[in-house]
């Protein structure tokens, strides 16, 4: 891939002289003096930052990819919902340096673009060592051989039954199936099975992302840098009416939870109970990758819907089902264009494999869309 091709970067990476607002009233006015260590290795291997993009909206019609954040499902989600390809390696491949941090130990630095060629080539830019981050664990930067030939013969990859019998539109649900039938055609066996812990997933992603919420946004108290309301007139004033005049209700509701969960009275039933669960679910994919190569399953229950179809706080948290749990252990994985719903909006497919099995990865996807045109075709 040639360079100098225009990135876009997600509103929570920093950015020198340009403002990264985290799409907050907090930061509306923040312009960062310094560059996230994945903007430096952009321009260093001459890329050209584009711009930003909203983080509760994606376009890539106009550059070729984008790098952004994924701490529940929201990169792979928004992939699958523009029928792009999306690309999370293993937590801790990617310094977050510079990132404005949401739920820290969830937070996946990901790529997005046409193909998985494109989004591989950006990961071996932007991955690799960075004293600065403590938790970046790779010695040395992603590398892909984007030029070897792939096959699924030989694969086993494990299809979850209790995701496709969850409750899934059923055009999402043959799509997937079809992306499933694709690599079992090409030698790959695919056996189904139950994901142990699914009910879990849920609160302990709800529970674990609320209280880093909490405690992260802590600093945002309209007096260090950020917004500041004109209305405080004392200091009890300054923290109140600039937290609430400038944090949306989404927000507000993870700080309350978050605070609520890391309280003295609620820590051990709370907080410290979704650790262990989170131990649980961890110990239980790693099993599970001692007996497959990879996961294929659905990346959300629906196709894209109107962005106030939903008011239900849980059902909005429930969409994340199928993404959470990568989040939870940090693992990575792959997004794939797969179909259509029956309105012509896409469809996509997600395949998780074992830390830092990026590589497998690769060769599955690059495998899948050298037989497919999904990531070709545009929505109708």
């Avoid at 919902?81 to 390696?89: A, E, L, R, S």
């Avoid at 055609?185 to 909490?214: D, H, K, L, R, V």
């Avoid at 959300?300 to 179809?309: D, I, K, L, V």
């Avoid at 239900?312 to 989040?327: G, R």
Wanted: glycine content about 8%.
């Amino acid at each position: 891939m040639d360079k100098d091709i225009k990135v876009a970067l997600k509103d929570n990476i920093s950015t020198a002289g340009i403002k990264t607002t985290n799409a907050s009233k907090m930061l509306e006015n923040y312009i960062p003096v310094f560059n996230a260590a994945i903007v430096e290795k952009l321009e260093s291997a001459g890329f050209v930052i584009a711009g930003k993009f909203n983080i509760d909206e994606l376009a890539l019609e106009q550059v070729s990819l984008a790098v952004g954040t994924d701490s529940g499902g929201s990169l792979r989600k928004a992939c699958s919902f523009c029928g792009v390809t999306g690309f999370i390696p293993t937590y801790g491949s990617i310094s977050r340096y510079g990132i404005i941090a949401g739920a820290s130990s969830m937070d996946q630095i990901g790529v997005m673009g046409q193909n998985i060629e494109d989004c591989a080539t950006l990961l071996s830019v932007i991955s690799g060592p960075d004293k600065r981050d403590s938790m970046c664990t790779l010695e040395k930067p992603l590398e892909f051989d984007l030029n070897k030939p792939n096959s699924a013969a030989g694969l086993k990859i494990g299809l979850p039954g209790n995701y496709l019998s969850y409750n899934i539109e059923e055009n999402v649900k043959t799509s997937v199936l079809d992306a499933a039938k694709e690599f079992e055609n090409a030698g790959a066996s695919i056996e189904e099975f139950e994901i142990p812990y699914m009910e879990y997933t849920i609160p302990t992603y709800c529970i674990i992302s609320c209280a880093e919420i909490s405690s992260n946004f802590a600093k945002y108290d309209g007096l260090k840098y950020g917004y500041r309301s004109p209305n405080a007139k004392t200091l009890s004033d300054i923290y109140k009416l600039s937290r609430s005049e400038s944090f949306d209700l989404e927000v507000k509701r993870n700080i309350m939870l978050g605070s609520f969960v890391l309280s003295s009275g609620q820590y051990e039933t709370y907080f410290k109970k979704a650790l262990q669960a989170r131990s649980l679910i961890k110990e239980t994919y790693n099993k599970l990758f001692e007996r497959f190569d990879l996961i294929l399953s659905p990346v959300s229950p629906s196709a894209a819907r109107e962005s106030n179809a939903d008011t239900d706080v849980w059902k909005t948290y429930e969409s994340n089902i199928f993404t959470a749990a990568v989040n939870l252990m940090g693992l990575p994985s792959v997004t794939l264009p797969c179909g259509f719903d029956k309105q012509g909006l896409p469809v996509g497919f997600q395949l998780i494999g074992g830390a830092f099995c990026e590589n497998k990865l690769f060769n599955a996807a690059s495998f899948y869309q050298s037989r497919t045109d999904h990531h070709k075709r545009k929505s109708s």
